[in-house]
């Protein structure tokens, strides 16, 4: 693995919409934008990202034109977490083919797993493919206290 891949700053890039749709030409804006700005890497499809909102097929489109945009002069790390894994898994395999450099991987959002039962996704997900993967943890802010009603 190169040890350059992990290293420095990597922005954690938003998904840019316009009417109800992921805006590509912004997309590309973006990236070129990290790319003149000397930054380490880019990670599209993040939970900045608003990966939880697109379809399967945006959120890979989403990756393969920061690929293609970031042209092998900076990593992408492509964020590939989901809420199941079988989806996980899928979106993982399909950047690797899309060629992201690495991956970050989310705990499931919704469902609130013991350490333990974190340990048969993520290694299900390392098992996919030879890249770097980073574990990420999300934790949803607190609901404010319902009032009572008597």
Same mark, same amino acid.
């Given at each position: 693995?190169?040890? +350059?891949?992990?290293?420095?700053?990597?922005?954690?890039? *938003?998904?840019?919409? +316009?009417? &109800? !749709?992921?805006? @590509?030409?912004?997309?590309?804006?973006?990236?070129? $934008?990290?790319?003149?700005?000397? *930054?380490?890497?880019?990670?599209?499809?993040?939970?900045?990202?608003?990966?939880?909102?697109?379809? +399967?097929?945006?959120?890979?489109?989403?990756? $393969?034109?920061?690929?293609?945009?970031?042209?092998?002069? *900076?990593?992408?790390?492509?964020?590939?977490?989901?809420?199941?894994?079988?989806?996980? *898994?899928?979106?993982?395999?399909? !950047?690797? +083919?899309?060629? !992201?450099?690495?991956?970050?991987?989310?705990?499931? @959002?919704?469902?609130?797993?013991?350490?333990?039962?974190?340990?048969?996704?993520?290694?299900?997900?390392?098992? $996919?493919?030879?890249?770097?993967?980073?574990?990420?943890? $999300?934790?949803?802010?607190?609901?404010?206290?319902?009032?009572? &009603?008597?």
């Amino acid at each position: 693995m190169d040890k +350059k891949l992990l290293h420095g700053a990597h922005t954690a890039l *938003i998904t840019p919409m +316009k009417d &109800r !749709a992921v805006s @590509y030409a912004d997309l590309e804006s973006l990236v070129a $934008r990290q790319l003149d700005s000397g *930054i380490s890497g880019v990670v599209p499809c993040g939970t900045t990202g608003e990966s939880p909102t697109l379809s +399967k097929q945006e959120h890979l489109q989403v990756i $393969r034109e920061t690929v293609t945009q970031a042209d092998g002069k *900076i990593p992408v790390i492509a964020g590939t977490g989901a809420n199941t894994t079988r989806e996980a *898994i899928q979106l993982t395999e399909e !950047a690797d +083919k899309a060629g !992201a450099d690495g991956f970050l991987h989310v705990a499931p @959002y919704y469902t609130k797993p013991s350490q333990e039962e974190l340990l048969a996704p993520f290694g299900s997900l390392a098992e $996919r493919t030879e890249k770097p993967a980073s574990n990420t943890h $999300r934790t949803l802010p607190p609901h404010p206290p319902v009032p009572h &009603r008597a």
